[in-house]
Structures are given as structure tokens and as C-alpha cells.
């Protein structure tokens, strides 16, 4: 069975940063996502990587700039590198894993359905 394991969450104020991690098996697509309270699930970054290739990374929109997504594959890591947070970045983060193409990587942004795998969730609180 896959385990996810995502770390790194906290409390933090309006225009700092932090970094979270998920601990996944070597998928070729990672994503995090989020859902704050009332709200959908929606895709932050997600990012595609396969041996000999470049890894390619997709953002939303909200959070394009500040937001950066990378991976360790020797580690078997994947971070998300939050800046210039702001109250609305407020929520439960998810790590989802699944194998997929590159274009598809970049779809499952938009679709969460295409991830296979999900992680428990780590808590993000910004404060103003």
C-alpha cells in the first residue's frame, strides 16, 4: 500500500514562508493540494519527473510567484516552498501521488480525480 506522509505545516504570519514535505514512493506525478474550511479541494502545484527527464512543474494561479514545487528522487521527497504567505493560503495541505504522463501531470492540477494516492494532511495557518 502507497503511504503518504506530509510534514512541515504550522502557523505562520502574513509574508513569511514555509516548506512542506511528502514522503511518497517514486511516482512519476506529485501534486499538493488544498482545502480550507467550506471550500473544495483545490490543486496549489503539481510536479512530473522521469528518469532522464526535466521535471516539469505546474502552479496555480493564486499561488504562481510564491509558490515553488520540487523534488528529491534519491530521497523519495517531494517540497512545496511557500512565500509571502497570506491569510488565504489558509488551509488543509494534501500531497497526492499517481502515474502519470507529463500532460496529464499538468491536467491533474485541474482534475484530482487523476491521482491515485492521497496523503492525511498538514495544517497551514496564516495569520494577518
Known amino acids: 500500500q502507497v503511504q503518504l506522509a506530509e510534514s512541515g505545516g504550522g502557523s505562520v504570519q502574513a509574508g513569511g514562508s514555509l516548506t512542506l514535505s511528502c514522503a511518497a514512493s517514486?511516482?512519476?506525478?506529485i501534486g499538493w493540494f488544498r482545502q480550507a474550511p467550506g471550500k473544495e479541494r483545490e490543486g496549489v502545484a503539481t510536479?512530473?519527473?522521469?528518469?532522464?527527464?526535466?521535471?516539469?512543474?505546474a502552479y496555480a494561479d493564486s499561488v504562481r510567484g510564491r509558490f515553488t514545487i520540487s523534488r528529491d528522487n534519491a530521497k523519495n521527497t517531494v517540497f512545496l516552498r511557500m512565500g509571502n504567505l497570506k491569510p488565504e493560503d489558509t488551509a488543509i495541505y494534501y500531497c497526492?501521488?499517481?502515474?502519470?504522463?507529463?500532460?496529464?501531470?499538468?491536467?491533474?492540477?485541474?482534475?484530482?480525480?487523476?491521482?491515485?494516492?492521497w496523503g492525511q494532511g498538514t495544517q497551514v495557518t496564516v495569520s494577518s
Open positions: 517514486r511516482y512519476t506525478c
Open positions: 497526492a501521488a499517481g502515474s502519470l504522463g507529463g500532460p496529464s501531470c499538468n491536467t491533474a492540477l485541474r482534475v484530482r480525480g487523476l491521482f491515485s494516492f
Open positions: 510536479i512530473y519527473s522521469f528518469v532522464g527527464s526535466t521535471p516539469d512543474a
